[in-house]
């Protein structure tokens, strides 16, 4: 069964500072991996995902995400926030067969101005 | 606006009572899946059906049964409510079912007292 962690359960950041949100994960096969990002009071949205390919995958809102299969690692990161990325950000996994997604608990990320 | 539709938004309801929330996929999606949101167990996997049938079965309780109309709407029903039910309830669809991307509705609130 796939597993993932989210090292972090909050962060907070400086307005236009960098930031970076872990992610491990836990599989015995290959994974998809997947950033989902939850604005309060609002469904979850897509920020980015890895299927396969380049490891280095760019998202919306400047956001992108590194895939090192070595360290089973998928951590996002942007190297200059806004207050509008205030966020709840999920990590998620699933094998390519027919399954569904396995999320990981969350990083609320704070952006202070 | 993912596509996804959820109704109600918001539901208040008793202990012991009965409630079923209704999904509306993304036009031409084949696959809903239902997670529940609560702080202490963050997203978790319910069920999954694709084109009428189910799939996947995750920690669905007993006491909570779905099902996917010919028309590809979805209903989740709770019955026998308990205080420990109150969670937001997402809904999700896709197009297909391995390595799609997920695309969530807005949520049901729901609360028991």
């Known amino acids: 069964a796939q597993s993932v962690t989210q090292l972090d359960s909050q962060v907070p950041v400086f307005e236009e500072a960098p930031v970076e949100l872990r992610c491990n994960y836990s599989?015995?096969?290959?994974?998809?991996l997947f950033w989902y990002v939850q604005y309060p009071n609002q469904g979850l949205q897509l920020l980015l995902k890895?299927?396969?390919?380049?490891?280095l995958v760019k998202g919306i809102n400047g956001f992108e995400a590194e895939f090192n299969k070595s360290q089973t690692s998928f951590h996002l990161r942007k190297p200059s926030v806004h207050i509008s990325d205030t966020a709840e950000y999920f990590c998620?996994?699933?094998?390519?067969?027919?399954?569904?997604?396995?999320f990981g608990k969350g990083t609320r990320l704070s952006v202070i101005a | 606006d993912s596509g996804v539709t959820q109704t109600p938004k918001h539901l208040i309801t008793a202990t012991g009572q009965r409630v079923t929330l209704r999904c509306s996929p993304r036009?031409?999606?084949?696959?809903v899946y239902w997670y529940q949101q609560s702080l202490d167990q963050g997203l978790q996997f319910l069920i999954h059906y694709y084109n009428g049938e189910e799939r996947a079965k995750g920690n669905i309780l007993e006491r909570f049964s779905a099902q996917q109309f010919p028309d590809l709407h979805s209903e989740l029903n709770l019955s026998s409510l308990e205080l420990g039910d109150s969670a937001l309830y997402f809904c999700a669809s896709s197009p297909g079912t391995a390595g799609n991307t997920i695309y969530f509705g807005e949520g049901s609130w729901l609360t028991v007292v």
């Open positions: 890895y299927l396969s390919g380049s490891t």
């Open positions: 599989s015995s096969v290959s994974v998809y």
């Open positions: 998620a996994v699933t094998p390519p067969r027919n399954t569904p997604l396995v």
């Open positions: 036009s031409g999606d084949l696959s």
